[in-house]
């Protein structure tokens, strides 16, 4: 094809000198063409240099084992754990400080319940170790002061992940733990609509890999671990017992813990793993979860934003059972008080092992639209309400909870009343957040 005039007008007007010799035309081009090479080479091992170089070396191994999501944890991230100093801080913060103490591995160590369990036991003087995977579920620097606050009192929380055998592993290496208790969850009734594989991940998976790694420890821990008040789902008998049915879960949450209480079954009964699951209703306090209604109710309405309040069909009241933190741990606390050992060990079942359920409620359901007039009160602000049909998002109408069970078994008795806790959750949000229009969480 010939070309166009279009290819012979130079890119810069003015230079194109037309009498120049083919020779130092040549030559030019030679030489414009070589320190291009010589400077794309340069750049291409620089690369090279940078990759070999700075990339992260491959973690100095504490222990044998590598599952695949250790591999793929591994590649965005080295580990942070193993190693004399690490083992040290370990042990001393399990050490036990009182006759006849535990010592007790807490999983969601930086969460709202965990922080406050651990905290707990510590001031009793049990051995507390932590373990927490700091997720972005919620602002991780509200998890992060937890962990400071726990710090003080000299509880250590490993940075790792349930999923992680390999970690799980190495910890009951350095420690028998007498107790565990399991409090890492992905939580959240709504949000499994948004991210169902993380309650798989955490709830299921992650608890399967505990069990697995405290099937094989010598000795075998005694587990208490967090169900929830939604296994009971479409149930209309109230106040929910923990003799109901549980088979009708309105949300992928409620499913994976349900899920998790058929797993611990299977446990007990092959490997006489002591296991107790605690139901826990709408728990809510100081250091709370801010994906929580009353918690981003409080930010809301100081903001002055609207904050939408479920109704059920035909103008129904939601209604919930709200626990406060303070009845909870002490819930949690009877539970390992009174859970017996597990009879099997290194992966070998010796007898039958114990295995329970509580509620853990307040057993004095309250109607949201009144939970939001008490933090009108104690605010003094007045609320922007949006009244709405519950959405289909897998919330339920009401939860309440029967308790006789876990106040037989260790004398379980709630104290708090919404409206004395929620005071307290708002002195604690003012104090942390201040109580100005610009917390911005
Ligand atoms: O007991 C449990 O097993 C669960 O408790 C908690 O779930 P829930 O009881 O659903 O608490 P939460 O979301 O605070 O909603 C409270 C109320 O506000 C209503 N609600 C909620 C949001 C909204 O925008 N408007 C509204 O009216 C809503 O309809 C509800 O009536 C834990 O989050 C969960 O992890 C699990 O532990």
């Known amino acids: 094809m010939k070309s166009s005039h279009l290819d012979n007008i130079p890119s810069t007007p003015g230079k194109f000198k037309i009498e120049k010799s083919q020779y130092l035309h040549r030559f030019r081009w030679h030489y414009s063409y070589l320190a291009k090479l010589t400077f794309w080479s340069f750049v291409f091992l620089g690369l090279i240099f940078i990759f ?142 948004e991210n169902p594989n993380s309650y798989i991940h955490s709830n299921i998976a992650g608890f399967v890999n505990l069990l697995e790694v405290c099937k094989s420890a010598n000795p075998q821990p005694a587990i208490v671990w967090a169900s929830s008040s939604s296994v009971y789902g479409l149930n209309t008998k109230v106040p929910f017992s923990e003799k109901d049915r549980t088979d009708q879960p309105a949300s992928l949450y409620a499913a994976t813990k349900k899920a998790g209480e058929e797993i611990a079954h299977t446990y007990n009964h092959i490997y006489g793993l002591s296991l107790t699951g605690l139901r826990f209703f709408t728990v809510y306090g100081p250091w709370g979860r801010p994906d929580m209604a009353y918690f981003f109710f409080t930010r809301d309405i100081l903001k002055g934003k609207a904050i939408p309040i479920f109704e059920s069909a035909n103008h129904g009241t939601v209604a919930r059972d709200f626990t406060y933190i303070d009845d909870i741990v002490k819930g949690c606390l009877g539970a390992l008080d009174t859970a017996e050992k597990s009879t099997g060990s290194g992966g070998k079942k010796k007898g039958p092992a114990q295995l329970r359920i509580f509620n853990l409620g307040n057993t004095s359901p309250v109607p949201v639209s009144d939970l939001v007039s008490i933090l009108e009160k104690l605010l003094k602000v007045k609320a922007k309400r949006r009244v709405m049909k519950l959405p289909r998002n897998g919330d339920v109408p009401f939860t309440h909870a029967n308790i006789s069970l876990a106040q037989r078994e260790f004398g379980y008795k709630p104290t708090t009343d919404l409206q004395m806790g929620l005071k307290k959750f708002v002195r604690w949000y003012v104090s942390y957040y201040g109580s100005g229009k610009k917390s911005d969480h």
């Open 52 to 193: 070999f170089f700075k990339s992260p070396p491959p973690p100095s191994s504490p222990s044998s084992i590598i599952t695949p999501s250790d591999l793929s944890r591994r590649s965005l991230k080295t580990r942070s754990w193993g190693g004399p100093v690490w083992e040290k801080r370990v042990r001393s913060s399990a050490k036990i400080r009182s006759k006849s103490g535990f010592s007790v591995l807490v999983t969601g160590a930086a969460g709202f319940v965990g922080t406050h369990v651990s905290a707990s036991l510590k001031r009793r003087g049990d051995g507390v170790l932590g373990l927490d995977n700091f997720n972005d579920y919620y602002d991780p620097s509200l998890k992060r002061a937890r962990q400071a606050l726990l710090e003080r009192s000299g509880i250590y929380i490993v940075e790792g992940d349930i999923n992680d055998v390999a970690l799980l592993k190495k910890l009951f290496e350095v420690i028998p733990f007498t107790h565990v208790m399991h409090l890492a969850a992905q939580a959240g009734v709504r949000y499994a609509m």
